[in-house]
C-alpha cells in the first residue's frame, strides 16, 4: 500500500512546492543557420527561417 498523508496540505504548502517548476528565465541561443542568426530559444523551432535541427519544419 502506498503512503498516505496524514493531514490536508495548506494552499500555501502546494503553492510553494508547485513555484520550482514555473517558467525560468532562459538564455537565448543563436538560430545555426548562416542565413538567419536570429536569437531563439533552446530546443525550439525558428519563428524567423522555421528551422530546428538544421531540417526545414515551418513553412515561412
Known amino acids: 500500500m502506498a503512503p ?3 493531514k490536508k496540505s495548506s ?3 502546494k503553492k ?3 513555484s520550482h517548476f514555473g517558467i525560468k528565465n532562459v538564455p537565448l ?4 543557420q548562416p542565413s538567419c542568426g536570429a536569437y531563439i530559444v533552446p530546443h ?3 519563428p524567423e527561417c522555421g ?8 513553412d515561412i
Do not use: F, G, I, S
Open 16 to 18: 510553494d512546492r508547485a
Open 44 to 46: 525550439a523551432v525558428c
Open 4 to 6: 498516505l498523508p496524514k
Open 29 to 32: 541561443t543563436k538560430c545555426k
Open 51 to 58: 528551422m530546428y535541427k538544421e531540417r526545414q519544419v515551418l
Open 11 to 13: 494552499r500555501k504548502r
